[in-house]
């Protein structure tokens, strides 16, 4: 009962015919021309990330340049916008230190120390001249005298 396979001789050239089409060097020139990538070549290929994680990446590379390329100037006052907030914030955190620290040392000096005599203007300089290192004990026994 075993069936003796026949080939058809047609369909083993075309077979052999397709191979060697597929093998030409101008399909062999494209192969190497695209070589993948060293990050797809480390993470997809030797690590074994899932291939979906790759689709995703790439549709978003595409998406990315795409919305680059139709909101530029959108895209460059954004980052102008961001630069210069970067730029002043250590400026304004500075300022605000400093307040801050004002307004402590005002209450330390009115809570410790005798200010009767003493208005509030002079307070406020105390208060400014102790946050930036001087001494305050030192310039309210002087102002009393």
Same mark, same amino acid.
């Given at each position: 009962? %075993?069936?003796?396979?026949?080939?058809?001789?047609?369909?083993?050239?075309?077979? %052999?015919?397709?191979?060697?089409?597929?093998?030409?060097?101008?399909?062999?020139?494209?192969?190497?021309?695209?070589?993948?990538?060293?990050?797809?070549?480390?993470? @997809?290929?030797?690590?074994?990330?899932?291939?979906?994680?790759?689709?995703?990446?790439?549709?978003?590379?595409?998406?990315?340049?795409?919305?680059?390329?139709?909101?530029?100037?959108? !895209?460059?006052? @954004?980052?102008?916008?961001?630069?210069?907030?970067?730029? @002043?914030?250590?400026?304004?955190?500075?300022?605000?230190?400093?307040?801050?620290?004002?307004?402590?040392?005002?209450?330390? !000096?009115?809570?410790?120390?005798?200010?009767?005599?003493?208005?509030?203007?002079? !307070?406020?300089?105390?208060?400014?001249?102790?946050?930036?290192?001087?001494?305050?004990?030192?310039?309210?026994?002087?102002?009393? %005298?």
């Amino acid at each position: 009962m %075993n069936k003796k396979e026949t080939t058809n001789p047609k369909e083993l050239k075309n077979q %052999n015919y397709e191979a060697k089409k597929m093998n030409t060097s101008s399909n062999l020139k494209k192969k190497k021309d695209k070589e993948l990538p060293w990050w797809v070549e480390l993470l @997809f290929v030797q690590i074994g990330l899932p291939d979906k994680l790759l689709i995703k990446i790439l549709q978003a590379k595409k998406t990315s340049k795409e919305l680059i390329k139709n909101e530029k100037k959108s !895209i460059i006052i @954004f980052l102008f916008v961001i630069t210069t907030l970067a730029y @002043f914030y250590p400026v304004i955190k500075h300022a605000k230190n400093k307040l801050d620290c004002e307004a402590i040392a005002k209450n330390y !000096i009115i809570k410790n120390k005798n200010t009767i005599g003493i208005n509030n203007r002079e !307070i406020k300089m105390l208060s400014t001249n102790f946050c930036y290192g001087g001494e305050e004990i030192y310039e309210i026994e002087n102002l009393k %005298n």
